[in-house]
């Protein structure tokens, strides 16, 4: 069955965010403020919907078809 699945990358901004945002959390006070905005951005940003047929990106984690290889996604 096609879905959409979430994929860790493995490298980019996103982890440097996160690395960031871990250093940032020791300087307290603001810091850890800023460290904890940091890595839950970062963490976004390390995570990508791709279709489970084709494994091509998607942007838009709510649509029904897969704009690559037009497999329908069952909402479970
Ligand atoms: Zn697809």
Redesign the pocket.
């Known amino acids: 069955m ?1 879905k959409i699945i979430r994929k860790r990358k493995t490298s980019g901004v996103g982890l440097i965010l996160e690395l960031v945002g871990l250093i940032l959390l020791f300087v307290f006070p603001l810091g850890t403020i800023f460290g904890i905005a940091f890595l839950i951005y970062g963490f976004n940003k390390s995570k990508k919907n791709v ?1 489970s ?2 494994g ?1 990106k998607i942007e838009d984690k709510d649509v029904k078809i ?1 704009p ?2 037009k ?1 329908s996604f069952a909402k479970v």
Do not use: K, L, S
């Open positions: 096609p279709c047929e084709c091509n897969c690559f290889c497999a």
